[in-house]
């Protein structure tokens, strides 16, 4: 991996390091998107894509799926700044129609795992044939809470840095960097 990139002189002295360069990330998604689509052959499932973090993951993710598949976008929000607040509010699933669809949630990263648990209490009695979940980033934490929900896809297992760029912000900013940066602390 290309974990020597340097940080582009317009993005220090904020970012730190380039944890995952765009030629990694691309790579990975590029071999999840055939898993994908090996093992969602014949089933047409409908990627639910968790706004906002994952919309660079999920537009590249499904562009690598050669297999016929649905897009749905919901928006999920539990962070002010490099802080969650604990609160998790899911926007948007009244209007998926999820009965008998086999579902594929698309995050950007499971730190805590609150968020993907909260949203799996929502998602249900939905009637999905199947839900799995696929994440760009797992964190390695001691936050993880109990009866998190696996990840059945994982593009990248990070260590516990907060990281931005390639969809993932602070406050609202860098999700445009093609790569993945540990944020100053
Ligand atoms: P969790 O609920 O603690 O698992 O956190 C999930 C959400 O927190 C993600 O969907 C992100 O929006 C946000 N988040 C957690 N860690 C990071 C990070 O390192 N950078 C940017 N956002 C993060
Ligand atoms: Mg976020």
New binding site residues.
């Given amino acids: 991996m290309e974990r020597t990139d340097a940080v582009p002189a317009a993005w220090q002295p904020d970012i730190v390091e380039v944890l995952l360069g765009a030629n990694d990330i691309s790579r990975r998604v590029t071999e999840l998107g055939a898993l994908i689509s090996k093992e969602y052959s014949g089933l047409t499932p409908i990627l639910l894509v968790?706004l906002k973090?994952s919309f660079m993951f999920a537009s590249d993710l499904s562009r690598a799926i050669s297999e016929p598949h649905e897009l749905e976008f919901i928006r999920?929000k539990?962070?002010q700044g490099t802080c969650?607040t604990g609160q998790?509010q899911i926007q948007g699933l009244e209007a998926v129609s999820m009965r008998g669809r086999h579902v594929i949630v698309i995050?950007?990263?499971?730190?805590?795992?609150?968020?993907?648990k909260s949203l799996y209490q929502s998602l249900e009695g939905l009637g999905a044939a199947s839900i799995k979940t696929c994440s760009f980033l797992e964190?390695e934490t001691a936050?993880r809470k109990e009866h998190v929900p696996k990840i059945d896809y994982i593009a990248f297992i990070i260590p516990d840095?907060?990281?931005?760029g390639y969809g993932?912000?602070?406050n609202q900013k860098y999700r445009q960097l093609p790569f993945l940066g540990v944020y100053k602390t």
């Fill in positions: 968790v973090g999920a539990s962070y969650s998790v995050e950007d990263i499971v730190d805590s795992g609150l968020t993907l964190k936050r840095k907060f990281v931005v993932l912000d602070v």
